[in-house]
Structures are given as C-alpha cells and as structure tokens.
C-alpha cells in the first residue's frame, strides 16, 4: 500500500509539474524534421511502386512537417498548435486504418502518438489522446468490426497491434513519469543552490559594505579635519539620489553611489599627513600635490569587479559642471550622473563642517552657494534637489 500511494504521489507531483513547464519547442522541431525525412523517404518507395495517391498524401504530410519546423518559432501557444495537429492525426487514424493504407504499414507511425503526447504535451492531454486510440484499434481489431475494412490485415496483425501499443504506451508513461521526476528533483536542487549562492552573496556583500566602511574610517581618521566627513557625503548622496526627479535611480544604483562616496578620497591615502594637516593655507606646490589624490584614488580603485563604478567618484568628484574643475577639466554631460550627485554632497559637507582654515557656513549661506552655482559648479537638477532638502529640513546642518 505504502508503495501504491508513493507511486500515486508521484503521478500527482508530475501531473502538477507539467502545468509549469514550456512547451518544449526544440525537441518538437527536431521530432518533426525526422519525421518529415523518414516521410519523404517513403514517398519515394511509394512513387516507384505506383502509389502515386498515397505518395501525393506522404509528401503533403511531409511538407507540412517541414514548413511547421519553421513556424513553431512564431507560434505564441506551441501548445495549442500541437493539440491541434494531435486531434487531427487521431480523426485520419479512421480511414487510414479503414483502408490499410500502405498496406497497414502508415498505421505503425501512430506507435509515437504516446511519445508524442504523453512526453511532449503531457498526461492531462495524452491520457485521453492514447486511451482512445486505443480504444479505436482494440475494438476495431479484436471484434467482427473489423470485417467491414477495405483492407485485408493478417490476422498476427490484428491481435499483436493492440498489445504492442498498449504495452509501448505504459512503457512510454512509466519511463516519463520517471523523467520528470527526475526534471523535478534535479530543480529542487537548484533551487536549493541558488539560495545558497544568494545567501553566500548576501553574506560576501555584508563583507564588501563593511571593509568599505572600514577604510572611508580610515581615510577620515588620517585627516584629523574631516572625522566622518566620508560617510556624511555617503548618506547625503544617497538621499539625493533617492530624491532626485530628472531620474530614478535603483536600489542597486543608490548602492553604487553610495559605496563610491565612501570611498571617494581614498587617494588621500598618498597625500603626506603634513599636507594633509597642514593648519595653514597650502602652498602652489602643496596644493598640486593635494591634487593628486583624484588621481591616486582612481588608480587605487579602477578595475575592481566587487567595487563596481568607485573609481568615478575619487577620480571625478572635484571636476565642475562648467568644466572648471579638476583633474581632468571635462563638463557637462561628460560627468558621470553618479559624480554629479557626490560632487555636490561633498561640497556640501565641505560647507557645513568645521575645517583648518574656516568655521563651518551657515544654512542661508549653503543655499545661496548652491542656487549660485546651479548649472556651473553643480549639475542644476541636483543643486536643485539639495537646495530643497536643506529647506525641507530633510538634510540637517
């Protein structure tokens, strides 16, 4: 009993699996195509013979069988289509076996109907296809109806055709229940894996976001003038993203400008701390060197394939939107949208926070700096949307 209800089951969960799967459009173009081969193959044996009206109708079928090895790349329901063809053969299978046609031999091709049906389109549709079929040809072979055919079929003919198709179809359904079983299983386990690789992604993502974060802390504590300046124009940046209107950033997007503005000076790594710190103003040679640190952090960052797009914010954070700015002088639209966006969040940090040369700005004084520089310094839709979240009390100063 225990293994009936398993073997229930199973029929239950194959039965359930095939509503979820695709038509296999592949597989059928290739049954089709040899089927159309072996058909032309016959016609050509049946036109030597002189059956030129069976062999018109061998190589229509066989033409058909051709042109629908093309067709089913266009067809949005391949389903449909070969129910279709499916109900089609099962209504020729009356006068073919009524007049024997090929001498019984194009009674033999309805052998692949399980194939056919049961593989290929599954139980709900194939049971019934093949149950009557054979249904037709039991009854039609083993009672007196089978007198009033047109054809002669020999009487080894006549017993053995109902049992071999019987028998090849509960092999047919036994092996496909097996298969799909195995289709079902070998999915679970993907499944199964590719959770673990998104837990593992997960997990190793966790990882990327906290060593970035270790090292913008780094950065700030190397510049004792700019404690957590990193991780404000990070948060800042990401709030601008989110609310900017000329473009909506995805959730990834905002990840990737966020982690490109923790790391945005990193170059500063290289800079000598008594530049670094230098409480006085900078000399020409000193504040080349201070330069640099855009291109140090390009160079630190570029080609990083967990990092994907740092490099744009340590390379191009101090270049301007009227191409004033540095190292490279481009403008415009040649700024990655992403820089435009940490361009301004770090300059609006620069404002608010207290450095070796000046106290901090005040609120009024930051926007008017902003408005001022929309579509010069800034790219005008962020200054826009900076000016309005200071305003809105959203960004504290």
């Known amino acids: 009993m225990k293994l009936l209800s398993e073997a229930f089951d199973t029929v239950k969960r194959v039965y359930a699996y ?15 195509a040899v089927f159309a081969i072996v058909m032309i193959l016959i016609d050509v044996e049946n036109i030597r013979l002189g059956k030129y009206i069976i062999g018109a109708a061998t190589f229509f079928v066989a033409a058909v069988s051709l042109v629908a090895v093309w067709a089913l790349d266009y067809f949005k329901n391949v389903y449909r289509v070969c129910r279709i063809a499916a109900v089609i053969l099962l209504v020729l299978a009356v006068p073919i076996i009524f007049m024997g046609a090929n001498d019984g031999f194009s009674l033999l091709w309805y052998l692949l109907l399980p194939v056919i049906t049961l593989i290929l389109l599954g139980m709900k549709f194939g049971v019934p296809v093949c149950v009557i079929y054979g249904l037709y040809i039991t009854i039609s072979f083993w ?9 002669d079929y020999g009487r080894d003919y006549r017993f053995f055709y109902p049992v071999f198709y019987w028998g090849f179809c509960l ?9 799909k079983n195995y289709q079902m299983r070998q999915a679970d386990d993907e499944h199964e894996l590719e959770k673990e690789v998104q837990s593992a992604v997960a997990g190793t993502k966790v990882l990327m976001i906290n060593s970035v974060t270790a090292i913008s802390r780094m950065l700030d504590e190397k510049d004792g003038y700019t404690q957590q300046h990193s991780k404000r124009v990070a948060q800042y940046s990401e709030l601008i993203a989110q609310n900017m209107k000329s473009r909506t950033y995805t959730k990834e997007e905002i990840d990737i400008i966020y982690r490109s503005a923790l790391l945005h000076d990193i170059g500063k790594i290289a ?8 409480p006085s103003r900078l000399t020409d040679g000193e504040y080349e060197l201070m330069k640099k640190h855009t291109i140090w952090g390009k160079e630190i960052l570029a080609g990083l394939e967990f990092l994907p797009q740092a490099d744009m914010g340590a390379a191009y954070h101090h270049e301007r939107f009227d191409g004033k700015g540095y190292p490279y002088g481009i403008k415009g639209d040649k700024i990655p949208d992403i820089v435009r966006i940490i361009s301004a969040a770090d300059s609006l940090d620069a404002m608010s926070s207290n450095r070796c040369y000046r106290r901090h700005c005040d609120k009024d004084y930051i926007i008017s700096e902003f408005e001022k520089g929309a579509g010069t310094q800034f790219d005008a839709d962020v200054a826009q949307v900076v000016v309005g979240l200071i305003k809105e009390g959203r960004i504290i100063l």
């Open 18 to 32: 095939e509503k979820s799967v695709k038509a296999d459009t592949a597989t059928l173009q290739k049954i089709m």
């Open 143 to 151: 009672t007196p109806l089978g007198n009033i055919f047109n054809y």
């Open 171 to 179: 092999v047919v359904i036994t092996v496909d229940i097996f298969y």
């Open 271 to 278: 800079v000598p701390d008594a530049v670094l710190n230098k």
